[in-house]
């Protein structure tokens, strides 16, 4: 297949090398920034292009890997193109692509990417939904030789799905970055709670998170709640996070 | 080292199959209740007891690992022990044991533990503290034969540690618990969040929390962030929860 990745973004690039791993084609990388283009696609032998319509219109697929609001104006620079067109964005609904072109798709790898830490895609969920069965079973050809991980799902699941992902991800992030605060101003290193973090994880791997939740708000433990509490009387936001999110564990106690 | 285990629960369950993997000497495990007892007295070879008048008076070590707000009252039957008594708890103060007996101690292992699920000791961070140099000494032999990271420290800094903990572990693992409640109501699997839950942990195992924050609140993209609190709009404990966690990334853009 002959592809062309519409984007240079911490998703593009993850996709990019594992397309290449996968030994797919592809042959351009377009980003409005030229150095952003060619520094990608010299990375994967492709070439690199800031100009949409440099963009090859006899490619098979073309996978725009763009911000969610610049989808729509990448996807009607390719009204004339005969490939199939997908984006990868958890939120965005199909019909932005499928209102331009005939062929459409959205491929969704359900991952947290970094331009600076290259994930196997083998166990990335990848997924994809398209506007017809030809199309869908392209789709999953494709997402079947990168990764384990394949589910059809349509819209509406996949947003559903992306905000899990925040619940899962983006938030547990934010409170490494809390945690580390806290540890910073008392002149304490990251390191120290880096295993706690590894094995929290690890341990929902095989249980589902209810059953395995730990702590003081579980054990309606009011002692160590309000020194909790006393002791972020300084860092009014925390205090308020902290608040939050005890209450709704103490909640799982009803 | 003669060893007296003082509790049947999570971390003490943990810490007699790390003793016992490192050859040392549990002769008794007490617990008030004589099935916990004898069952985890079993499984290391060691006699269980559940009067704690039939303690050991002569052992090296007494290891206190019961809920916090019965520490007091255990110490009190150590009044006449000669060895060192130790408690393992991250936010009690190390005068409720030095105020009852000559030797005191913390041996605070900073880990979240299950019953079902053995943790490797080697990595998990044993901090310590103690009311003398020699006591002190005795506590970083042991700490360094179960684990390569052991921390000299004091009260204050431990129960900041127990309060970073919680951010960084009892409420990652509720969110992936309002993950999950989010998926089911959708008809959707676990199985497809774990290994976003599995990279957003690793990452952070070689990078700060707050250089790879990732999602919408982080790209101020109200779109999608007011798309997502509708969606909760018939959850309103979450949706305060999505709004809370959100302002506190955007905060960090400033």
Redesign the interface.
């Known amino acids: 297949m002959k592809i062309v990745l519409l984007g240079s973004g911490?998703v593009a690039t993850n996709l990019a090398k594992a397309l290449k791993a996968n030994d797919e084609d592809v042959i351009q990388v377009y980003s409005p920034n030229v150095d952003h283009a060619k520094s990608l696609a010299d990375l994967i032998g492709a070439e690199g292009i800031n100009d949409l319509s440099d963009v090859e219109q006899d490619a098979d697929l073309y996978i725009i890997s763009v911000?969610?609001?610049a989808i729509e104006s990448v996807a009607k620079s390719l009204k004339n193109v005969t490939g199939l067109v997908v984006h990868t964005s958890g939120?965005t609904d199909i019909n932005i692509l499928s209102s331009q072109v005939k062929q459409a798709g959205v491929f969704y790898p359900?991952?947290?990417?970094?331009k600076?830490?290259e994930?196997s895609f083998e166990?990335?969920?990848l997924c994809i939904e398209a506007n017809g069965e030809i199309q869908l079973s392209v789709l999953k050809n494709l997402a079947a030789k990168m990764s384990s991980?394949v589910?059809g799902l349509n819209g509406e699941?996949r947003?559903?799905?992306h905000?899990?992902?925040?619940?899962?991800?983006?938030?547990?992030?934010?409170?490494?970055?809390?945690?580390?605060k806290?540890?910073s101003q008392?002149?304490?290193d990251?390191d120290?709670?880096?295993?706690?973090?590894?094995?929290?994880?690890?341990?929902?791997?095989?249980?589902?998170?209810?059953n395995?939740?730990?702590?003081?708000?579980?054990?309606a433990?009011e002692?160590?709640l309000s020194?909790?509490l006393s002791?972020?009387s300084d860092m009014p936001?925390?205090q308020?996070?902290?608040q939050?999110?005890s209450n709704?564990?103490k909640?799982?106690l009803k």
């Open positions: 911490n911000k969610d609001d939120t359900l991952q947290t990417f970094s600076d830490k994930v166990n990335v969920p991980e589910y699941k947003k559903v799905l905000l899990a992902a925040v619940f899962a991800c983006n938030f547990p992030n934010h409170l490494y970055a809390l945690a580390n806290i540890l008392n002149g304490l990251f120290i709670i880096r295993p706690l973090i590894a094995e929290t994880a690890d341990k929902v791997m095989s249980n589902l998170p209810e395995v939740q730990t702590g003081p708000a579980i054990r433990d002692s160590t020194k909790h002791m972020l936001e925390l308020n996070i902290y939050t999110l709704s564990i909640l799982t």
